[in-house]
Every structure is written in structure tokens, then in C-alpha cells.
T-cell receptor, first 109, second 115 residues
């Protein structure tokens, strides 16, 4: 099956810093999403981005489908950005996504 | 709306016992998803429903697992008999349509520990 690798596995930032999280995948995909899981376990969708670039406030994401990677940018990080960021992909336009292991982000005040 | 509601929030049981996890999706949402999160395997989709009908249960690990959705406002995930390797956090999520990429709203999860 498709492989998903996220890097770095852990990231510690000072509040206000910027960061880039990476997701590499082993095959072409029609569905790629980024999720955030906060320290209390709550999961939320961030982006649906099988290709191109999207922005939502301080967060933006870019997927270069031909090179099989996606990047999540967090600017001016805040302590509330802490948690684990997951990338999930699916070859077909379905729901059975393969999740990466995640990047654990800690933002210190 | 109160969001997706799951119960119980925590469950501790002994190996061999039956476990039933419950989920109430957001009213009006036609799609309901069950996920499992473990340290070893990460997040996995177990099954999803559309209009109360199971569409894809290929992620259900084995026959000990079963899921039902008797009506639009209620779903259960049952494990019988439970085993220690079933210990995980089980999430329920719902979305209003089946458009790929549409936001799925997750419940708070049920943390299951099988001793």
C-alpha cells in the first residue's frame, strides 16, 4: 500500500517562530488532507489539498503532486498550535486514507 | 449543535468482555466514520456509513468487531470478545455529504483499555 512519511517527528518552537512540516508519499494520490490533534486529543481537519496551495489564517499548505510531497506552514506560531499534525492520503477519491505517523509540535511561550 | 458525541469517554474492561462504544453524529450529517488510534498503527479508518448503510468496512480488523447504525442519530461499535490489543482511542466523525475533502467533525474519542 501507499507509504506516508512525515518529518520531522518532533519539533519544538518558541512562540512567534515559523515552521514547515513535510509529508512525503510513495504513490500518486487523489486525496490528501492535513489534520491537527490538540494535546487533549481532539482532531480537526485543517486542509484538503491533493494539489496546489491553500491558506487559512496563519496556516498554509502546498502539495506538489508530481513530486509526491506536501508541506504545511505555520507562521507566527502560538501555544495553541501545539499538538500532533497528521498528513493523510488516499490514492482514489475515497475515505480510506492512510495516515502518517505525525509531527509532534510543541510551542513554548 | 453539540458536535459529535461519544460515550463512554473512558472504558476499562477485562479481556473477553463485550464492549459497546456509542456515537451520536451531528444532526443532518449523512456520513459517519469510525476510526481507531493506537501507538503502533496510528490512525486507521475502521468503517463508514452513508445514510445509515455501511459502505466500506474493509478497515474492521476482524470478526470480533461489528458496527451498526440503526438510525441517523446513533451508531455503535461493538467488540466481542475484547482483547488487550484492542486497547486504543476510538473516534467517531461525521460529515454532511460525501464530497471528498469536506470537513469531518470528530468526536472527543473513547479511550478503551482492555486488561
Amino acid at each position: 500500500g501507499i507509504q506516508v512519511e512525515q518529518s520531522p517527528p518532533d519539533l519544538i518552537l518558541q512562540e512567534g517562530a515559523n515552521s514547515t512540516l513535510r509529508c512525503n508519499f510513495s504513490d500518486s494520490v487523489n486525496n490528501l488532507q492535513w489534520f491537527h490533534q490538540n494535546p487533549w486529543g481532539q482532531l480537526i481537519n485543517l486542509f484538503y489539498i491533493p494539489s496546489g496551495t491553500k491558506q487559512n489564517g496563519r496556516l498554509s499548505a502546498t502539495t506538489v503532486a508530481t513530486e509526491r510531497y506536501s508541506l504545511l506552514y505555520i507562521s507566527s506560531s502560538q501555544t495553541t498550535d501545539s499538538g500532533v499534525y497528521f498528513c493523510a492520503v488516499e490514492r482514489h477519491e475515497g475515505f480510506n486514507m492512510r495516515f502518517g505517523a505525525g509531527t509532534r509540535l510543541t510551542v513554548k511561550p | 449543535d453539540a458536535g459529535v458525541i461519544q460515550s463512554p469517554r473512558h472504558e476499562v474492561t477485562e479481556m473477553g468482555q463485550e464492549v459497546t462504544l456509542r456515537c451520536k453524529p451531528i444532526s443532518g450529517h449523512d456520513y459517519l466514520f469510525w476510526y481507531r488510534q493506537t501507538m503502533m498503527r496510528g490512525l486507521e479508518l475502521l468503517i463508514y456509513f452513508n445514510n445509515n448503510v455501511p459502505i466500506d468496512d474493509s478497515g474492521m480488523p476482524e470478526d470480533r468487531f461489528s458496527a451498526k447504525m440503526p438510525n441517523a442519530s446513533f451508531s455503535t461499535l461493538k467488540i466481542q470478545p475484547s482483547e488487550p490489543r484492542d486497547s486504543a482511542v476510538y473516534f467517531c466523525a461525521s460529515s454532511s455529504t460525501g464530497v471528498i475533502g469536506e470537513t469531518q467533525y470528530f468526536g472527543p474519542g473513547t479511550r478503551l483499555l482492555v486488561l
